[in-house]
T-cell receptor, first 114, second 112 residues
Framework: AQSVTQPDIHITVSEGASLELRCNYSYGATPYLFWYVQSPGQGLQLLLKYFSGDTLVQGIKGFEAEFKRSQSSFNLRKPSVHWSDAAEYFCAVGIIQGAQKLVFGQGTRLTINP | IAGITQAPTSQILAAGRRMTLRCTQDMRHNAMYWYRQDLGLGLRLIHYSNTAGTTGKGEVPDGYSVSRANTDDFPLTLASAVPSQTSVYFC???????????FGQGTRLTVV
């Protein structure tokens, strides 16, 4: 079955430090890939997406992600985090064959130290 | 404002009662989804609909039912609520079944 794994449940970084959130997926073909952010008490907002083409994609709020087919990964990065980046981050895959749907990872909670 | 509207925003429900969570979108999206969000488990797909008139089971469908009579509405029904259904429920929609999804603000349901 298709699955998405975010190995880090909780990450703490200092403001101004770099950030990388990990995402691995299990799927027979290359899926569509997404990163979402959820602020406390809010719904989910799309940060970026990958469908095809350049494997390094840019998103909103200074985030980027790189698709690595050989590692089945789609890690999210930001060179310098801001206190406002504290939130929950979800990786998701869009299944493109068979029962088409979106499958989410467990989420990574990001805390920013001042 | 275009988007997804969920109702109610929160509800406390007695166990054994029937409850329908409402979801309406005005983007004319083909696909709609219901997810539940629980601490440490992320978002788990309950049911989905790739187009009006069709529905499918997600990862955790037991105890829930859905219908998709038209493009805009995708209600989720709990026939007989149990405490394990206490969760935050999100409705979402996307133009195609596997592309970018837009989310509602969620319904916080507590079953006591």
């Amino acid at each position: 079955a298709q699955s998405v794994t975010q190995p880090d449940i909780h990450i703490t970084v200092s403001e101004g430090a770099s950030l990388e959130l990990r995402c691995n997926y299990s799927y027979g073909a290359t899926p569509y890939l997404f990163w979402y952010v959820q602020s406390p008490g809010q719904g989910l907002q799309l940060l970026l997406k990958y469908f095809s083409g350049d494997t390094l994609v840019q998103g909103i709020k200074g985030f980027e992600a790189e698709f690595k087919r050989s590692q089945s990964s789609f890690n999210l990065r930001k060179p310098s985090v801001h206190w406002s980046d504290a939130a929950e981050y979800f990786c998701a895959v869009g299944i493109i064959q068979g029962a088409q749907k979106l499958v989410f990872g467990q989420g990574t909670r990001l805390t920013i130290n001042p | 404002i275009a988007g997804i509207t969920q109702a109610p925003t929160s509800q406390i429900l007695a166990a054994g009662r029937r409850m329908t969570l409402r979801c309406t979108q005005d983007m004319r999206h083909n696909a709609m989804y219901w997810y539940r969000q629980d601490l440490g488990l992320g978002l788990r797909l309950i049911h989905y609909s790739n187009t009006a008139g069709t529905t499918g089971k997600g990862e955790v469908p037991d105890g829930y039912s859905v219908s998709r009579a038209n493009t805009d509405d995708f209600p989720l029904t709990l026939a007989s609520a149990v405490p394990s259904q206490t969760s935050v429920y999100f409705c979402a929609s996307s133009d195609q079944p596997n592309t970018e999804a837009f989310f509602g603000q969620g319904t916080r349901l507590t079953v006591v």
